[in-house]
């Protein structure tokens, strides 16, 4: 019996539906455009490109996991070298990203030591984040960081940490897009959901990677089963983004009843400031307290 969705006839799924950006990149299977990812964010060409990754699959994913708001549904892989990558996707800004992304990577880093072994064991973790607001006051819709000496920028500490952003924000906003020459706006291009269709097709033409990848992505749309989680997950994302926008609503209606409610007490204050220093002005002029009451409530009935 055939699942009942809400899709459309040859409605293109969202890419960067994590439970979706999961199960097309990061199962077993999924090397090729995984790699073809990963080369792309890292800038390898034929010279020095990755040619193999070990897929780190999610074993825990289950229905409980793909509903709830505050799952992560991460990508994990090991390269070649023993380098280990962990992708997330990102719609929806929970504040503290950056640290967000630093914990994560943390985890993934002292995954890679057992007890007793030694430091040198520790392996360099790459964290790539594709997200879907503003972040960070930058124009560019890709940035990297490291860790890097104040003063002297070229002296990195140590090459273990490499934390990515890719922003889509941003990326619609480029006016720059070269998809025959550059790997990773074609990638771009096709993790946007807002892609015409010809452009899609073009670029998944163009590359085996993203031809893979579109090609799974397909596959994907025909199993009722997956097209449930698919939907049960954007429910759930759409479920928080609600929650968000109402407690922010909340709290903006809460500031502005306190702001109030200072600027009366702050009113007070300033009004009993003022009398007071009109009262020690009268005296000084040797009035009597019966004419000082009567000069404060002649100058209040004006």
Same mark, same amino acid.
């Given at each position: 019996?055939?699942?009942?969705?809400?899709?459309?006839?040859?409605?293109?799924?969202?890419?960067?539906?994590?439970?979706?950006?999961?199960?097309?990149?990061?199962?077993?299977?999924?090397?090729?455009?995984?790699?073809? %990812?990963?080369?792309?964010?890292?800038?390898?060409?034929?010279?020095?490109?990755?040619?193999?990754?070990?897929?780190?699959?999610?074993?825990?994913?289950?229905?409980?996991?793909?509903?709830?708001?505050?799952?992560?549904?991460?990508?994990?892989?090991?390269?070649?070298?023993?380098?280990?990558?962990?992708?997330?996707?990102?719609?929806?800004?929970?504040?503290?990203?950056?640290?967000?992304?630093?914990?994560?990577?943390?985890?993934?880093?002292?995954?890679?030591?057992?007890?007793?072994?030694?430091?040198?064991?520790?392996?360099?973790?790459?964290?790539?984040?594709?997200?879907?607001?503003? %972040?960070?006051?930058?124009?560019?819709?890709?940035?990297? %960081?490291?860790?890097?000496?104040?003063?002297?920028?070229?002296?990195?500490?140590?090459?273990?940490?490499?934390?990515? %952003?890719?922003?889509?924000?941003?990326?619609?906003?480029?006016?720059?897009?070269?998809?025959?020459?550059?790997?990773?706006?074609?990638?771009?291009?096709?993790?946007?959901?807002?892609?015409?269709?010809?452009?899609?097709?073009?670029?998944?033409?163009?590359?085996?990677?993203?031809?893979?990848?579109?090609?799974?992505?397909?596959?994907?749309?025909?199993?009722?089963?997956?097209?449930?989680?698919?939907?049960?997950?954007?429910?759930?994302?759409?479920?928080?983004?609600?929650?968000?926008?109402?407690?922010?609503?909340?709290?903006?209606?809460?500031?502005?009843?306190?702001?109030?409610?200072?600027?009366?007490?702050?009113?007070?204050?300033?009004?009993?400031?003022?009398?007071?220093?009109?009262?020690?002005?009268?005296?000084?002029?040797?009035?009597?307290?019966?004419?000082?009451?009567?000069?404060?409530?002649?100058?209040?009935?004006?």
């Amino acid at each position: 019996m055939k699942a009942l969705t809400s899709l459309q006839p040859n409605q293109r799924l969202n890419p960067l539906n994590d439970y979706l950006f999961l199960k097309v990149m990061g199962e077993k299977g999924s090397e090729i455009q995984l790699l073809g %990812f990963l080369n792309a964010i890292l800038g390898r060409t034929e010279s020095n490109k990755l040619v193999s990754v070990e897929i780190n699959e999610n074993k825990t994913l289950s229905a409980e996991s793909i509903g709830a708001k505050a799952s992560v549904l991460d990508v994990r892989a090991i390269l070649e070298d023993g380098t280990r990558v962990n992708i997330e996707v990102q719609l929806r800004n929970l504040n503290n990203f950056d640290k967000r992304s630093l914990f994560y990577w943390s985890k993934e880093y002292t995954k890679g030591i057992k007890s007793g072994q030694d430091y040198a064991y520790l392996p360099t973790v790459i964290n790539i984040n594709i997200i879907d607001f503003e %972040f960070l006051e930058t124009e560019n819709f890709h940035t990297v %960081f490291h860790l890097k000496e104040d003063k002297e920028r070229n002296l990195i500490l140590t090459e273990i940490l490499e934390i990515h %952003f890719i922003n889509m924000v941003k990326w619609r906003k480029c006016g720059k897009i070269d998809i025959a020459k550059e790997p990773l706006h074609r990638w771009l291009t096709w993790f946007d959901k807002n892609s015409p269709p010809e452009l899609v097709e073009e670029v998944a033409k163009m590359d085996k990677a993203i031809m893979a990848a579109n090609e799974r992505q397909i596959y994907f749309t025909n199993d009722d089963e997956e097209i449930r989680a698919y939907e049960m997950r954007e429910m759930a994302l759409m479920d928080e983004r609600a929650s968000i926008s109402y407690a922010t609503n909340e709290g903006r209606k809460e500031g502005l009843t306190e702001g109030r409610i200072e600027g009366h007490k702050e009113g007070l204050n300033e009004g009993l400031e003022k009398g007071r220093e009109e009262v020690i002005e009268l005296l000084s002029q040797g009035l009597t307290v019966g004419e000082i009451k009567q000069r404060l409530s002649q100058a209040a009935n004006k």
